[in-house]
């Protein structure tokens, strides 16, 4: 019979790439992984893990064992959810991570509801970028994670996922004041075309903000004179208003502020990011996420309200909305 904790580690291996990464997530030694893993293979009577370099892989055989303890673990997850249901009170750790800007925007008024509506249970929150914080949420470092899509983008959703949006957060091209007089352009990509001898401000490469915010400007016709990098919108923001930058900010960035600066939106098409909340599969239908899913949506801003009140904001040329628009989701 395989032991459902060594087949854990099998897994955890899988998702966190070495022993060492494995060891310190448990609080075990790296010869205890080890050691028990030994054990696994002892009891599946295949080999599950070969030498590269100084690191070891799954082997094909591995990774059955892994699908199969993903289908267990789901199961498990169904079980602990329909447990928790059939109490009276939401209690026990719901673990959410956000990126920054749903970090300070979205949050603080989710938890501030759940502490209203369920003081039981205990809440933790980390400010961690989707690319780290969806492997941390399959290797169950987390329960629940706030994450994005950008227009055109869409990024590749583990089967173990399960993604349910949770608003949408327009996108703006944010120019020093000193570029005020600047025309904007037509109302197609090419409007960047105002921003193309400037300097830029953009998120750290690797990132999916970086990806389509280069593959914006490409199509603008131009390459982003990247300076600054930062995964914090802030100092993004701050480099705009003294002039240094420019920048692509999402409407969340002014959650608690008038805007300033020469603001214009892009196209309608390219304009907008979807925001998510993650869960792995089969934990959805647990109250404490489910509290921390509903919690989250009664914060969100209604389209319209949600960017910049204040300041120039333009359209690009061509379009007929206002920054004030009335649509919902």
Not at 273 to 292: K, L
Request: proline letters at 7%; glycine letters at 6%.
């Amino acid at each position: 019979m395989l032991d459902l904790h060594r087949l854990r580690l099998l897994r955890e291996l899988k998702h966190r790439g070495t022993l060492a990464a494995v060891a310190e997530a448990l609080s075990y030694s790296p010869s205890s992984v080890s050691q028990q893993l030994s054990v696994l293979e002892k009891e599946a009577g295949v080999r599950l893990l070969e030498p590269v370099g100084r690191r070891v892989r799954l082997t094909p055989q591995a990774e059955i064992l892994v699908a199969h303890t993903e289908i267990v673990l789901e199961r498990l997850e169904r079980a602990e959810a329909e447990l928790s249901a059939s109490l009276t009170d939401i209690r026990g750790v719901l673990r959410i991570a956000a990126f920054q800007t749903a970090a300070l925007a979205l949050v603080p008024k989710a938890l501030s509801r759940l502490r209203e509506r369920h003081p039981a249970l205990r809440v933790e929150a980390t400010q961690s970028e989707p690319e780290s914080a969806l492997p941390a949420l399959q290797a169950r470092d987390f329960d629940l994670v706030i994450t994005e899509e950008y227009p055109g983008n869409p990024e590749a959703r583990p089967a173990e996922i399960e993604h349910e949006e949770l608003c949408r957060d327009e996108i703006r091209l944010a120019l020093p004041a000193r570029t005020r007089d600047r025309p904007a352009g037509p109302s197609t990509a090419a409007g960047l075309s105002a921003a193309a001898d400037l300097p830029w401000v953009m998120e750290p490469a690797g990132t999916a903000s970086r990806h389509w915010a280069t593959a914006l400007c490409r199509s603008a016709g131009f390459e982003p004179d990247v300076r600054y990098e930062s995964s914090d919108l802030l100092l993004h923001l701050h480099l705009v208003e003294q002039g240094h930058a420019a920048a692509l900010l999402p409407d969340l960035v002014w959650y608690d502020r008038e805007a300033s600066g020469d603001l214009r939106r892009l196209p309608e098409a390219l304009r907008t990011r979807r925001i998510f909340t993650a869960v792995r599969r089969g934990s959805g239908d647990h109250p404490a996420i489910r509290a921390g899913r509903d919690a989250l949506g009664v914060g969100v801003p209604v389209r319209g309200t949600q960017g910049p009140t204040h300041g120039d904001i333009r359209d690009l040329p061509d379009g007929d909305e206002s920054a004030g628009g009335s649509e919902s989701y």
